[in-house]
């Protein structure tokens, strides 16, 4: 790599992380490329030869979040005992409640409201999704009894399943495609009303508490402890 390729790299990384911080501070409706340029001492021109616009920073922000996110729950989950798939869901929950709870402000970018006027691009899809195959491979391979369906779901969820068999996981029934998928909404569900102030005064401790929400989903989907 030459000089400038690494002069670019690092004043790039700058950029991105001023960008984070106002996440944290303003919320990501608020980011501004001129309040970035401020924050690492550029004309505000000038950083336009880094990044193309505004949204251009908000995508890159989230696949570089989505993939940190990512990247955290599945090596907790490589790190659990292969054989106990209970573990290495709980696992991979708690990884991601941890990596949320230290980034808020990436979490709002993540789950929180929509951007006004802002499309997230296809780019953004792998990035997104690398949680939920975590959790759907285990489901895949615990094989355990999701329990009658309470409707059918198959055609519904016939997308997600074919993604999961695509990557290489065993293809699991539609129940238990559809429950790892509530499981999902479920436990990013928790982790909002954690980090947005809803379980004040509702749960004594909120990680004791979404470790319970993470059981009862895990089983839910036919996940058991060994």
Do not use: K
């Not at 501070?25 to 970035?36: D, I, N, T, Y």
């Not at 569900?189 to 990680?207: K, Q, T």
């Amino acid at each position: 790599m030459s000089a400038r390729e690494i002069a670019r790299t690092e004043i790039t990384r700058r950029i991105h992380a001023a960008a984070r911080d106002r996440l944290g501070a303003e919320g990501p409706a608020a980011l501004s490329l001129r309040a970035v340029a401020r924050d690492v001492g550029m004309v505000s021109s000038a950083v336009y030869r880094y990044v193309e616009s505004r949204d251009a920073l908000l995508t890159a922000l989230l696949v570089e979040c989505y993939d940190e996110l990512g990247a955290a729950v599945e090596q907790a989950e490589n790190d659990a005992p292969r054989t106990d798939h209970a573990a290495r869901w709980l696992a991979a929950c708690r990884a991601a409640r941890t990596w949320c709870v230290e980034h808020p402000g990436e979490f709002a970018l993540l789950y929180g409201t929509p951007v006004p006027g802002y499309a997230a691009p296809q780019d953004t899809v792998e990035p997104a999704i690398r949680v939920v195959l975590v959790l759907a491979g285990i489901a895949a391979e615990a094989g355990g009894d999701p329990g009658p369906p309470a409707s059918d779901v198959a055609a519904v969820v016939a997308p997600a399943r074919a993604a999961v068999v695509q990557r290489g996981f065993p293809a699991p029934a539609p129940e238990v495609v559809a429950r790892t998928l509530m499981a999902w909404s479920g436990l990013f569900g928790s982790i909002s009303f954690e980090l947005f102030g809803h379980l004040h005064n509702a749960v004594s401790d909120p990680a004791d508490w979404f470790d319970a929400v993470a059981a009862r989903l895990g089983a839910d989907a036919g996940i058991v402890p060994a």
